[in-house]
């Protein structure tokens, strides 16, 4: 069986990270689908970014293994991580002040181009020919986050919610097969996470998978398909969300002993 045969795109193998005496991620294990949107949730410093910083290559594991495509990536500088597939949004957004929507997308449009940046300095023909694709691949990008009508505009003067858009649409710049989005709805209303929901699944239509940490449980049960709960760096449950949301540990763990209060 080939790596494109099977449904798993990417996978962590019993992997530890230690920092000094603190274990943020101990012996854990999970997947994630091709074609699915996953999350990835637990208690406040349960090392939920630091396993997306592991996968991302910002941090080195301490022991165990990680694979994207059946091929380990725990041994890659993050360039090489991010040019097999995967991109990332952060926790707080972090775009560049000053600069217009469309020049935060095209910072995320060059990464595999080639154009070097004496060429580009010196704006040959084919750096001329790479930046003008590169230009229509942030509109297209921009369109696909809804924001193409406000390509112009200074970043730093739109909503909390249209600058993650923005951040989407940036990491989508690479051209990923695999996204992973840090509290993409952090700081927003139930009608704007929604609407960050309802882009998810069009990514995730278009053929992205998508592993997202996300904090409020009502949306991860209406955006994912199937979740792993992590506390103390170790595997709590893992499944859909409804079998992860009934399994008593995670209760008592992640939600205390008040789920009638969670409405769920
Ligand atoms: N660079 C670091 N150096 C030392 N300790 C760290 C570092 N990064 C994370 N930790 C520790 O690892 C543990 C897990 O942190 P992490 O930020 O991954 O949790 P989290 O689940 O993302 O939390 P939150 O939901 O609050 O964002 C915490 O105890 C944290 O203090």
């Not at 709805?185 to 998978?209: F, Q």
């Not at 009934?246 to 789920?259: L, M």
Request: with cysteine; hydrophobic share 40%; net charge neutral.
């Amino acid at each position: 069986m080939t790596s494109s045969d099977t449904p798993v795109l990417h996978e962590l193998r019993n992997v530890v990270k230690r920092f000094g005496g603190v274990t943020a991620v101990n012996d854990l294990s999970m997947t994630v689908n091709r074609g699915t949107v996953h999350g990835l949730i637990g208690p406040n410093g349960a090392g939920k970014t630091t396993v997306i910083n592991l996968i991302t290559g910002l941090f080195d594991v301490s022991s165990g293994s990680i694979l994207f495509q059946g091929q380990r990536t725990d041994t890659l500088e993050p360039h090489r991580i991010a040019a097999l597939g995967i991109s990332r949004t952060y926790q707080n957004v972090r775009l560049f002040s000053g600069m217009s929507v469309l020049e935060q997308v095209l910072t995320g449009c060059y990464l595999g181009r080639g154009t070097s940046l004496f060429a580009s300095f010196l704006g040959t023909p084919d750096a001329r020919r790479k930046w003008k694709a590169s230009r229509e691949t942030a509109m297209h990008l921009l369109e696909r986050v809804g924001m193409a009508d406000r390509a112009g505009e200074l970043a730093e003067t739109l909503s909390y919610g249209e600058q993650r858009r923005i951040e989407i649409a940036r990491a989508l710049g690479s051209d990923p097969k695999m996204l992973l989005l840090d509290e993409p709805t952090a700081g927003m209303n139930h009608a704007e996470a929604s609407e960050i929901g309802k882009l998810v699944h069009e990514l995730r239509d278009s053929g992205l998978t998508i592993l997202m940490v996300e904090h409020n449980i009502s949306l991860v049960t209406e955006f994912c398909e199937t979740c792993t709960v992590i506390n103390f760096g170790q595997l709590l449950a893992e499944g859909t969300p409804r079998t992860c949301i009934d399994n008593p540990d995670v209760q008592t763990a992640y939600f205390g002993k008040k789920r009638d209060a969670l409405g769920l």
